[in-house]
């Protein structure tokens, strides 16, 4: 159903080559596992294989692309592919499930289309729903559906698991099972998920594929070691004292939750979203108080201060004309000496010393959630707080993430972060914490 | 969206149409996105600023808080590099005034029409003077500013403040205050956009259908 | 009645009242319009929050009026007591016309939910790039408000105080990322709406 011969793709039609002459077949109703570092061009590929990729990108595609035995180089036929995209709340327009998934039907499908869709995809009984009220994994599946109801040949998922947890994945892929003779393109950083799911795995890097077999066939890359020394725990840092805090009177989240941080420590939240892992962060970064209870630093000093939070997406941060001024932010807004040799400094420490004069917006992701990290290490806080700090990354920037954090403990910080990857938190964690609508499991 | 696409039919009916950016003359889908979403970004970045101004005690003849409003105008405009964008965006801004912030520069629909003016000069100036791309950030905002509020002042002398030395020096200072909010406004899109034109997404939007 | 009038009559009269009321000259009609409309707003109940903002958008600034009225009578009539009485007698009606043009405003927000006139506008057939512009804008607008707010927060954790937001190092450190995020935004939702025919002539 698709055939790609020498397929080449330019960004900008002269920058580098982003596919470098990729070769491959696609049979009706495949199931196709994309995987590979950062950068080597899976969702490139998945636009292609696809045939959205004149709407997607800006560059040139050149070689062969027929979909259906038509010629697409220059541009899918319509209706031929579909396409879900990492964070479902910038794909979603209407106010309701319904309307949503209405709006990709054919003209004059009416009602029965439009339940058949619904049903096959579990949104019946929230078809009136308003998707502002949905968790990401159900909008996530509205997003699905909003693609299937214009019957695509093809649909294709980018990195769908972002920003779900372990149960929300699982439910996205028992629907991904579920598509009849739909192909299904999924590009994931989640391998292990990916081979259990799909036929075949086709690995990327730099844009040639290096592997192509029946996912049977395919090793995932081993997880990361698993962490067995305890290392040497110290005194406290951050001590939470019988919190209680809830956003609704009538919903509360921590109901006499306390919890000692320690020098050397590194402490990982589990749990699924809604548990209240994240707040737990802003508690402890002082951005929310709690209702009662106390959380104060050993040294006294603000938690604004003392406490270093990276959140999960590091555009929300980043803005400097470089990647120094990013890192040199922070420790001048709180006043401390010679801000730009402690960015520096703490860039050299993260491998990024060769990044210093590059504008932030240009790095890729992976980059980011590094000099994101670098921003606020340079403040000299010993506490630092991660959410979801995994989320997105190739197993190269896992490695190099886990690494940092143990030292980082070592040398006598804490760590606190929330994930949702039990392997990460196995890699780095000496102490793990899975809260469940804020009280600690056993 | 241009109406010289067909509607939507599945692939089983044997469409040809290949699938392109909506073609045509005006906006594309895109860009028509990214206008709506700026305006709603002007409105949300007000709502923030407003009351931080006035817990600071920053309020008075200069409207520091209009400054982030002066910047996403003309970061939309430098991104929709056409004229009438800005028209649009600020008959669009009046419209959802109308509904969120109904006294804001003038009570009802009547602020449309200083908005409006202020945005036909605002364009005039941006495609006018396209051969000097960072002067005509400057000498748009500064004069769209002025201009603006020479209409919302003539309105008010219309609806019965008197033209007098008094109102005349009120009058000025509100001028005066405009020309620094629309130059410091300019000053940092100016910034902001050297710092993100190179980014691939907005290149996507800029390109258009 | 104005409020059992369907939605386009009511546009029709609110925008026609606002025109009038903009441009009638004699004080006694804008008395009497005063009057009229405070009566229909009591028969409406006005939402409180609705009169705290007309109170707020009309007295507030009366004040300042008041000074460069009676200024202008100062300089009118060359004696503070007369200048005093000729400029106040010409802050009544230009008080009365704003309150007029705001209560207008309010009781037709009032009277028209947001969904009356968003079907109203479809019914009149305007055009996709016009309705896919109001309902993006109307739609999006409170998760833009959010994403602010995760800004301003992620930045006040990088040590950016309250204080400063509105400085320059502020405003950029706000700025870039918004604006970077409305770009994101964009071009995942129009990908998504084409993807899917919208760029056809459908409607939402």
């Not at chain 1, 039907?105 to 289309?113: F, M």
């Not at chain 1, 299904?184 to 594929?209: F, P, Q």
């Not at chain 2, 400054?67 to 028209?87: E, H, K, Q, S």
């Amino acid at each position: 159903m698709i055939r790609t011969v020498g397929l080449i793709y330019e960004a900008n039609g002269h920058g580098p080559r982003i596919l470098n002459g990729i070769g491959l077949t696609v049979a009706r109703g495949e199931r196709v596992g994309l995987v590979g570092p950062s950068g080597a061009g899976k969702s490139t590929l998945g636009y292609h294989l696809c045939g959205v990729h004149t709407l997607a990108l800006n560059g040139h595609s050149r070689g062969t692309l027929h979909l259906e035995g038509q010629d697409a180089i220059h541009g899918g036929p319509r209706g031929f592919g579909g396409m879900v995209l990492q964070n479902p709340e910038t794909q979603l327009f209407c106010r309701t499930v319904g309307e949503e998934v209405a709006l990709g039907l054919p003209v004059g499908s009416g009602e029965p289309g439009l339940g058949a869709i619904l049903d096959r995809t579990g949104l019946q009984a929230i078809r009136e729903q308003e998707i502002a009220t949905l968790s990401l994994g159900w909008k996530q599946r509205v997003s699905i559906s909003g693609m299937l109801a214009m019957a695509p040949k093809a649909l294709l998922l980018d990195e769908p698991t972002n920003y779900l947890d372990g149960r929300a994945a699982d439910a996205l892929f028992d629907l991904l099972d579920d598509l009849g003779d739909t192909t299904v393109i999924v590009a994931d950083h989640d391998e292990r998920r990916l081979r259990n799911w799909a036929d075949r795995i086709i690995r990327l890097e730099d844009g040639t594929v290096v592997l192509d077999v029946p996912a049977a066939g395919y090793l995932p890359s081993p997880p990361l070691e698993r962490r067995t020394d305890p290392g040497s725990v110290g005194g406290i840092l951050l001590a939470m004292e019988d919190l209680h805090f809830a956003y609704e009177k009538a919903r509360p989240i921590f109901q006499g939750f306390s919890l000692d941080l320690r020098e050397g420590e590194a402490v990982a939240l589990l749990g699924s979203n809604g548990a209240g892992k994240t707040t737990l962060l802003r508690l402890a970064k002082g951005l929310l108080k709690p209702g009662s209870g106390r959380i104060r630093a050993a040294s006294g000093r603000p938690l604004m201060r003392e406490v270093g939070l990276v959140f999960q997406n590091p555009d929300d941060g980043l803005f400097a004309a470089s990647v120094e001024d990013e890192c040199a932010f922070l420790p001048r807004n709180l006043g401390l000496e010679r801000p730009r040799d402690r960015a520096r400094a703490v860039l050299a420490r993260l491998g990024l010393a060769g990044m210093a004069d590059q504008v932030p917006f240009t790095l890729s992701y992976g980059e980011k959630r590094r000099v994101s990290l670098a921003s606020v290490l340079a403040g000299g806080a010993r506490i630092l707080c991660l959410d979801e700090p995994t989320a997105g990354l190739d197993r190269g920037n896992l490695e190099i993430l886990a690494e940092l954090l143990k030292e980082y403990a070592r040398e006598g910080g804490g760590v606190l972060f929330a994930t949702h990857d039990p392997a990460f938190a196995a890699a780095v964690a000496t102490r793990t914490i899975r809260l469940d609508g804020g009280r600690r499991d056993p | 969206m241009s109406s010289q696409l067909s509607p939507h039919r599945p692939w089983e009916a044997g469409m040809n149409e290949r699938l392109k950016p909506c073609s045509g003359p005006g906006y594309g889908t895109a860009q028509v996105v990214f206008l709506a979403t700026m305006v709603a970004l002007d409105f949300a970045f007000g709502w923030v600023a407003k009351p931080l101004v006035q817990s600071l005690g920053l309020g008075g003849v200069i409207k520091v808080e209009m400054i982030p409003a002066v910047m996403l105008m003309l970061l939309t405009r430098l991104t929709l590099d056409r004229f009438g964008v800005l028209i649009a965006y600020q008959a669009a801004w009046a419209l959802v005034a109308m509904v969120l912030m109904p006294g804001a520069v003038l009570p009802g629909p009547l602020k449309l029409v200083p908005l409006m003016l202020q945005g036909l000069f605002l364009d005039a100036i941006f495609t006018g003077c396209r051969r000097w791309p960072t002067f005509r950030i400057f000498a748009a905002s500064v004069v769209g500013g002025l201009a603006g509020s020479i209409l919302v002042g003539g309105l008010r002398v219309m609806m019965g403040m008197p033209w007098a030395r008094s109102t005349q020096a009120y009058l000025g200072l509100q001028l005066l205050g405009s020309a620094l909010v629309h130059l410091a406004g300019a000053g940092l899109a100016l910034v902001v956009w050297r710092r993100v034109e190179a980014h691939p997404a907005l290149q996507w939007i800029k390109a258009g259908p | 009645m104005t409020w059992r009038l369907p939605v386009q009559g009511r546009l029709v009269v609110f925008l026609g009242a606002s025109l009038a009321l903009s441009v009638v000259q004699a004080p006694w009609l804008l008395y009497g319009a005063a009057g009229v409309l405070c009566l229909l707003a009591c028969r409406q109940r006005l939402p409180r929050r609705m009169a705290r903002l007309l109170a707020w958008t009309t007295l507030m600034p009366l004040p300042w009026m008041a000074v460069l009225f009676v200024l202008a009578g100062r300089e009118a009539t060359g004696t503070w007591s007369a200048g005093a009485v000729w400029g106040l007698v010409r802050l009544a009606p230009y008080g009365t016309r704003i309150g007029c043009l705001m209560l207008a405003n309010l009781m037709f927000l009032n009277a028209t939910p947001l969904p009356e006139l968003m079907a109203v506008l479809r019914r009149l057939a305007i055009p996709d790039r016009i309705a896919l512009f109001l309902m993006t804008l109307i739609r999006f607008l409170p998760s833009v408000l959010q994403e602010v707010r995760r800004v301003v927060e992620a930045q006040r954790c990088r040590g950016l105080e309250r204080r400063r937001l509105l400085t320059p190092s502020g405003l950029l450190a706000l700025a870039v990322p918004l604006f970077l995020a409305q770009i994101q935004k964009s071009h995942d939702l129009a990908l998504s709406l084409e993807i899917r025919g919208y760029a056809s002539s459908k409607q939402p």
